[in-house]
Every structure is written in C-alpha cells, then in structure tokens.
C-alpha cells in the first residue's frame, strides 16, 4: 500500500490567495484526520470524518478554513483567503473506525503564506 | 477535555545512553495510549501502543507501559543511537466514542555519537 498521499508537497502563496490541500487516504480505511502543526501550537486537530462524514470540526480556526470528503479515497481542506499565520505543516492520517487501531499520516503539506 | 502533557525538550543524550520521556494524561474514559515518532521532513509514524491498564507496548528497543494508577505513559529506551534523534508525541484516543487522536506537544530527541 502506498499509504496516505498529500499533496502539494510545499506550497508558497500570496496573502489573499485560494490554496487547497489534498489527500488520499489509504484504501480500505473510513476515517480520515487533517492536523495542522506549529511550532507554537504543536499538533491540532482540525477535523474528522467518519464514512466521509464529518464529525467533529470544532479545531476549524474559523471560516476562512473549509474541508470536504466527496467520496472515501479523496479530501481536500481550502484556505480562503490565506493568512500569513496560516503557515504550517498540515497534516493527513487515515484509519479505521475503532479506538485501538492506529492512524497512519501522510508525508505533510508545508503551507507558506507570504 | 482530554488531554496529553509530555515532559518538554529538548533532550540531549549521548549514544548508549538510557532514555526516559515522560507523559501523563487527563481522560474521561479508558483510552488507548500511542507513542508516535517524526522524523525530520517526514510525518508521524506509529512507534507503539497499549490498549488497556497495565499493557506494555513495544517496538524497536523502545517501551512503555500503560500505568492506570498514575495516569502516565512514559517512554523508556535502554540505550539510544543516533538513528533516534526525532520529536516523539503521546497521543491518547478516546474509546468513547470520539475516536480522535489528542497529541501532547511533542519532545526533540538529540543522541550524539
């Protein structure tokens, strides 16, 4: 399995600007987490879904951020318009619905804002 | 809510040397407790975990058991390389339902040779 794939990789943008961050999930799996990391923060969550549901998205900063889940290989999480203290690593992690099961993460998308 | 407090970093050791990070946690219920490791440029990977009370989990020369009593979880290795050098997380996972993952805020790991 190729595991969770994000992309882009690194992103820089200009303050105002539209960015979208992707995901993949790994196959089979029906949970799938966005985590942003700072070093000031450390690791948060932002949202959950379950089923491509979404269940818990009260780590969403505000209403400038926005996730979706069309279908259980694929989801996205919008910024618009960025922010400079938008900038961070964001991660993706996947895994199945159950507490003991591990979440697997995805390699991050480093997000500048300029 | 749920939560995680690791010891803060950084630490430095040098190699062969014993490791100890510690971590508590405050929960409602009875979670799952997970030590993920980051290496630099790379995501998080699961390193171990216990499930329930008194569970040692184990990977890699690294230990940890699950202490209900003290509501601790911390991380033990006999003797670090160099190869360690990462940021390690506590993480617990709700069994209540919530399911997610609550990090604690991370510890940089540094071995000299």
């Given at each position: 399995?190729a595991?969770?794939?994000?992309?882009?990789?690194?992103?820089?943008?200009?303050?105002?600007?539209?960015?979208?961050?992707?995901?993949?999930?790994?196959?089979g799996?029906?949970?799938?987490?966005?985590?942003r990391?700072?070093?000031?923060?450390?690791?948060?969550?932002?949202?959950?879904?379950?089923?491509?549901?979404?269940?818990?998205?009260?780590?969403?900063?505000?209403?400038?951020?926005?996730?979706?889940?069309?279908?259980?290989?694929?989801?996205?999480?919008?910024?618009?318009?960025?922010?400079?203290?938008?900038?961070?690593?964001?991660?993706?992690?996947?895994?199945?619905?159950?507490?003991?099961?591990?979440?697997?993460?995805?390699?991050g998308?480093?997000?500048?804002?300029? | 809510?749920?939560?995680?407090?690791?010891?803060?970093?950084?630490?430095?050791?040098?190699?062969?040397?014993?490791?100890?990070?510690?971590?508590t946690?405050?929960?409602?219920?009875?979670?799952?407790?997970?030590w993920?490791?980051?290496?630099?440029?790379?995501?998080?990977?699961?390193?171990?975990?216990?499930?329930?009370?008194?569970?040692?989990?184990?990977?890699k020369?690294?230990?940890?058991?699950?202490?209900?009593?003290?509501?601790?979880?911390?991380?033990?290795?006999?003797?670090?390389?160099?190869s360690?050098?990462?940021?390690?997380?506590?993480?617990?996972?709700?069994?209540?339902?919530?399911?997610?993952?609550?990090?604690?805020?991370?510890?940089?790991?540094?071995?000299?040779?």
């Amino acid at each position: 399995d190729a595991g969770v794939i994000q992309s882009p990789r690194h992103e820089v943008t200009e303050m105002g600007q539209e960015v979208t961050l992707r995901c993949k999930p790994i196959s089979g799996h029906n949970s799938l987490f966005w985590y942003r990391q700072t070093m000031m923060r450390g690791l948060e969550l932002l949202i959950y879904f379950n089923n491509n549901v979404p269940i818990d998205d009260s780590g969403m900063p505000e209403d400038r951020f926005s996730a979706k889940m069309p279908n259980a290989s694929f989801s996205t999480l919008k910024i618009q318009p960025s922010e400079p203290r938008d900038s961070a690593v964001y991660f993706c992690a996947s895994s199945l619905i159950g507490g003991n099961t591990e979440a697997f993460f995805g390699q991050g998308t480093r997000l500048t804002v300029v | 809510g749920d939560s995680v407090t690791q010891m803060e970093g950084p630490v430095t050791l040098s190699e062969e040397a014993f490791l100890t990070i510690n971590c508590t946690y405050t929960a409602t219920g009875y979670p799952s407790l997970f030590w993920y490791v980051q290496y630099p440029g790379e995501g998080l990977q699961l390193l171990l975990k216990a499930t329930k009370a008194d569970d040692k989990g184990s990977n890699k020369g690294f230990e940890a058991t699950y202490r209900k009593e003290t509501t601790s979880f911390h991380l033990e290795k006999g003797s670090v390389q160099v190869s360690d050098s990462a940021v390690y997380f506590c993480a617990l996972s709700d069994l209540q339902g919530a399911q997610k993952l609550v990090f604690g805020q991370g510890t940089r790991l540094t071995i000299n040779p």
